[in-house]
């Protein structure tokens, strides 16, 4: 029991962080609008994806709201079959599943996702704006990458 309750602490944290940004961001439409955080690199800007990454196929939110709970079943499988004692796994998988629960809340509650996360260099190179359940599927996918390329903690048996 005590090996989940990264999971599960990284799950409810990382929801709670998504519904809460959104929340707040979305519920001021005038404060909102467009801060400039950081010139040059970082402002808040209100925006809603209604397709899927990128805002690629607008219009379909039945079918994303379907692929979702796709991914999330798919993400429980992984878990579930994962070895619970390496710990970045479970946060990984935690991170991403977050990600992926908040995500769907909007499309169901909103019909789309509300991003807000506007980072760019400049006017140059701008970066599609995202909310912090992308920021989570993004980290979450980056530590698995990552714990894939570090030694193995097991001994290797003479097969």
């Known amino acids: 029991m005590k090996k989940k309750i990264s999971f599960v602490i ?79 796994s479970n946060v990984a998988l935690g991170l991403i599943l977050a990600g992926a629960i908040g995500n769907l809340w ?7 996702v509300r991003d807000f996360i506007d980072l760019h260099l400049g006017e140059k190179y701008h970066w599609p704006t995202f909310n912090v359940a992308d920021g989570l599927i993004c980290v979450g996918i980056s530590l698995m990458v990552f714990a894939s390329f570090s030694p193995s903690k097991h001994k290797k048996s003479g097969q």
């Open 10 to 88: 990284t799950i409810v944290s990382g929801i709670f962080a998504d519904i809460v940004s959104k929340w707040y961001v979305f519920s001021q439409p005038d404060r909102f609008k467009k801060i400039t955080i950081i010139p040059g690199f970082l402002n808040i800007i209100q925006s809603e994806n209604k397709g899927i990454v990128f805002g690629m196929f607008p219009g379909k939110a039945n079918i994303f709201i379907l692929l979702s709970l796709l991914a999330i079943a798919a993400i429980l499988f992984i878990y579930i079959k994962s070895d619970k004692n390496i710990f970045s």
């Open 106 to 112: 909007d499309r169901i509650w909103f019909k789309c």
